[in-house]
């Protein structure tokens, strides 16, 4: 067999598929600058804009100072520092459960989490359009795999019916590239009613949504019902690092089983030390304001509505279309990248546009009259 890489990226770019990493020079909150000229970001997960607040960057610099550079080793041999355990408390509290682990990201959080709950002879039940690192973590578990259709509650519980083992279902509070939210209550309703477990992945609700931006789970008032709650610091809470929040025993398992928490050095003491504080101005008066610029800003561009979440997709179809969409609002000063296959499916590409609480009036003005320029609506 040749190794013909070479042939092999010609033919995915003569599908349209090509991507290039982008040279950020600066940023400065939502402005940033690409090949020297000054663009604003629709683009980020920063949904609060804390990525870029004082209050982060002295919280880290002071962990620094307390805690040093680099974490030396794995938690489980002596990568534990205070930092980590004071931000654990906090995002147990913060999600409501008895315990909580952070992770290097939340891509780490699943592929550790998943496969150290469930193995073969289990059952894995998953939402069509879950996030890549939900797919891998349960492929890589072992248990058998059913996908049902985004949302699609009916499938869901015939899958239900005849799942074997222990029983996971994993869905996310609000889809990355659509935007929506899924069906939560009625999911509860169902898993419960199967024995099932339930992971909620509120990766994209965590700082939007919510009392204190608790996320879906909360604000629906059904946090208690789900079994293993997943989430990212490196959205709205503008830092780095995943974390899982459940159980007590659910949590001890982990750091028994979840190689990659087990074997991986853990998370910079002075990272954890400013996640701690990312979560107190998230759950905060900081962040109860930022959450109304914010919905304001999204009402802007979505016809005076509430939408369901800080991601508004423009379903453009072609990948050809998408790339020159996205051009074109490049051109006229706006970051707005197109998302192709196989991030989402084949012809469902897209430009997926997000706001941030540090957006000004004049920024979201000049992007509304734009898309209508270009006959988005
Ligand atoms: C971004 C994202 C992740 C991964 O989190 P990272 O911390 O960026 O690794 C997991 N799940 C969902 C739904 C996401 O959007």
Redesign the pocket.
């Known amino acids: 067999m040749k190794w013909d890489i070479q042939a092999q990226s010609e033919a995915w770019n003569a599908r349209g598929l090509w991507r290039e990493l982008r040279e950020i020079e600066s940023v400065s909150g939502p402005v940033i600058e690409l090949h020297g000229r000054e663009l604003v970001n629709f683009s980020s997960?920063d949904y609060l804009g804390l990525a870029g607040s004082e209050e982060l960057q002295d919280a880290l610099y002071e962990g620094v100072d307390r805690y040093g550079a680099g974490a030396g080793a794995s938690r489980l041999v002596c990568g534990t520092q205070s930092p980590h355990l004071a931000l654990e408390k906090s995002l147990a509290q913060f999600k409501g459960t008895e315990s909580a682990l952070v992770f290097s990201?939340?891509?780490?959080?699943?592929l550790g989490a998943i496969p150290a709950l469930v193995g073969q002879g289990d059952t894995v039940i998953i939402d069509k359009l879950?996030?890549a690192?939900?797919v891998d973590a349960a492929r890589l578990s072992g248990a058998v795999l059913r996908v049902f259709p985004h949302n699609h509650l009916a499938r869901l519980e015939k899958l239900l019916q005849t799942a074997n083992g222990r029983v996971l279902v994993v869905t996310?509070s609000?889809?990355?590239m659509d935007g929506d939210r899924s069906d939560l209550a009625n999911i509860i309703e169902l898993k419960n009613r199967y024995g099932a477990w339930l992971l909620l992945?509120e990766?994209?609700a965590v700082g939007v949504l919510g009392p204190q931006g608790r996320g879906l789970a909360a604000e629906l008032g059904i946090e208690a019902e789900v079994d293993l709650h997943?989430g990212?610091?490196?959205?709205a809470l503008g830092l780095?690092?995943?974390y899982l929040a459940a159980k007590r025993e659910v949590i001890d398992w982990l750091i028994n089983r979840a190689r990659s928490f087990v074997y991986s050095t853990a998370m910079l003491p002075s990272l954890a030390h400013a996640a701690t504080k990312a979560i107190e101005l998230m759950a905060g008066s900081v962040g109860d304001e930022r959450r109304i610029r914010l919905m304001q800003h999204l009402q802007q561009l979505n016809g005076g509505k509430s939408p369901p979440s800080a991601i508004l997709p423009l379903i453009l179809g072609e990948e050809s279309a998408a790339i020159a969409a996205s051009q074109r609002l490049m051109e006229a000063g706006f970051l707005i990248p197109a998302i192709r296959y196989p991030t989402v499916a084949r012809g469902a590409a897209r430009l997926r546009l997000t706001c941030t609480a540090t957006h000004t009036k004049v920024q979201m003005d000049a992007l509304q009259k734009e898309l209508a320029t270009q006959g988005f609506h």
């Not at 990201?105 to 699943?110: I, L, V």
């Not at 990212?232 to 959205?235: A, D, I």
Request: charged letters at 10%; hydrophobic letters at 30%.
């Open positions: 997960n990201s939340g891509y780490a959080t699943a879950c996030h690192s939900l996310e609000i889809f990355s992945d990766a994209h997943m990212t610091l490196s959205k780095s690092g995943g």
